[in-house]
């Protein structure tokens, strides 16, 4: 019998880490690897982030923090909302967390009883679904397929919800796909959530990664009754490149912004000072570096779009933010690649690695088995190594 809570026979490792230390366990074989398998952003914080975090080391004053997070960082994120167009917050509906993985986490905990439904739209991160597994919660998929560029519509919503549904989860600009909504279609979705009870987590991670101007539009401005209903969760690791600080903010009705000030104060305390320090920097300051690295990814993604389109059969949405693109390539299933069957995308990145050195997720590890990820935060001499490389192992396709 195992000695284990029956739910972490729910828990399972995260697959996109998986693919990652195959990756890095080839390469420390001594192949010659091209990683587009993790999603972490290849820039460093800008300078006044460590500058802040040292200051805070000279003067950190070690003793046990807020619960809910320092009064300085929250100001720091009511900045960086209004300057994402996001007002009327206050300190009193925030709460800090370790990451936006554990403030998601938390917020689960929070709100779903087991067999409480969820509906998570696919492809989706996948962090939603193991840990509304390990909660035990009655997952149900929403699939927005290729044809809908991967984007949640008023149709398919509106089938998929209904009175007894607890929670959705929304992602906007997108990871897997890096597809953005535009203003019509978040009010679109906002007149569907407006008449159900469900509480709505927007997870705003990739809101300052949106290339060609398109713009960011949240649901609580389309809708404004839908401040009691929609939590804003956001984190310093990716618009900063500040992974590994683990610094996430969330932003929401206030039961629930203290249901996770709670469970903070039952489990991490609080966040360490430098972490703070560094994250309010980031958050407050200047954001010159963020906008530099998104003029350099959007670069990054025309080089990706304009490989992948050279690949017949396979179909990309177009990427608008993030630094993601989830091509469609199950119309490459059934070939082969020598011996080897290309029978479906887990089978197509498991030779893209082995054969051409090229590590993607799979498109199943979000819910999508017709496509695979392909995260483009690299330099440009690997990205342009890895998409020759793509596009021979594709050519050698019969
Ligand atoms: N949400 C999305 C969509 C993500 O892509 C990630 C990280 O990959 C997270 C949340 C978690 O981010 P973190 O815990 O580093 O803040």
Same mark, same amino acid.
């Given at each position: !019998? %195992?000695?284990?809570?029956? /739910?972490?026979?729910?828990?399972?490792?995260?697959?996109?880490?998986?693919?990652?230390e195959r990756a890095k366990a080839l390469k420390s074989a001594g192949r010659d690897i091209v990683s587009f398998s993790i999603g972490v952003p290849n820039f460093l914080p800008d300078v006044h982030v460590y500058a802040a975090a040292r200051k805070a080391l000279d003067h950190d004053s070690g003793q046990y923090g807020s619960n809910r997070g320092a009064p300085e960082l929250l100001d720091a994120y009511l900045q960086h909302l209004g300057e994402m167009g996001v007002h009327g917050y206050q300190r009193a509906d925030l709460a800090a967390g370790v990451g936006a993985k554990h403030l998601l986490?938390?917020?689960?905990?929070?709100?779903l009883n087991e067999g409480d439904e969820i509906l998570i739209p696919t492809p989706y991160w996948t962090s939603y679904i193991d840990i509304a597994e390990i909660l035990n919660?009655?997952?149900?998929?929403?699939?927005? +397929?290729?044809? =809908? =560029?991967?984007?949640?519509?008023?149709? /398919?919503?509106?089938?998929?919800? #209904?009175?007894?549904?607890?929670?959705?989860?929304?992602?906007?600009?997108?990871?897997?796909?890096?597809?953005?909504?535009?203003? =019509?279609?978040?009010?679109?979705?906002?007149a569907v959530f407006v008449r159900y009870p469900a509480l709505v987590v927007s997870d705003d991670l990739y809101s300052r990664m949106i290339f060609d101007?398109? +713009?960011?539009?949240?649901?609580?401005?389309?809708?404004?009754?839908?401040?009691?209903?929609?939590?804003?969760? =956001? %984190?310093?690791?990716? %618009?900063? +490149? !500040?992974? #590994?600080?683990?610094? +996430?903010?969330?932003a929401g009705p206030r039961d629930i912004a203290d249901a996770v000030v709670t469970l903070n104060s039952n489990s991490i305390t609080n966040l360490p000072e430098v972490a703070v320090a560094a994250a309010t920097a980031a958050l407050a300051g %200047?954001?010159?570096?963020?906008?530099? !690295?998104?003029?350099?990814?959007?670069?990054r993604r025309d080089r990706v779009v304009a490989a992948l389109a050279a690949i017949p059969g396979v179909h990309c949405p177009y990427p608008r933010g993030a630094f993601y693109a989830l091509p469609d390539i199950s119309a490459l299933y059934g070939r082969r690649h020598g011996d080897q069957l290309i029978t479906d995308d887990l089978a197509f990145c498991n030779a893209l690695l082995e054969r051409a050195g090229v590590a993607c997720v799979p498109g199943s590890a979000f819910g999508e088995p017709r496509a695979m990820r392909i995260s483009y935060a690299l330099p440009d001499a690997q990205l342009d190594d890895g998409l020759a490389r793509l596009q021979r192992f594709a050519s050698e396709l019969t």
């Open positions: !019998m %195992s000695r284990l809570a029956a /739910r972490m026979a729910r828990a399972k490792p995260s697959a996109i880490m998986l693919m990652a986490f938390q917020l689960l905990y929070a709100v919660a009655r997952i149900k998929l929403v699939e927005c +397929g290729p044809a =809908d =560029d991967y984007k949640l519509t008023p149709a /398919r919503l509106e089938a998929a919800i #209904g009175p007894a549904t607890r929670m959705v989860l929304f992602c906007n600009p997108s990871n897997p796909a890096g597809v953005i909504y535009t203003r =019509d279609e978040i009010a679109a979705l906002a101007g398109v +713009g960011f539009h949240h649901l609580v401005n389309a809708e404004p009754a839908l401040r009691d209903r929609v939590i804003l969760v =956001d %984190s310093v690791s990716k %618009s900063f +490149g !500040m992974p #590994g600080w683990r610094v +996430g903010l969330m %200047s954001k010159a570096k963020t906008e530099q !690295m998104c003029a350099l990814f959007a670069q």
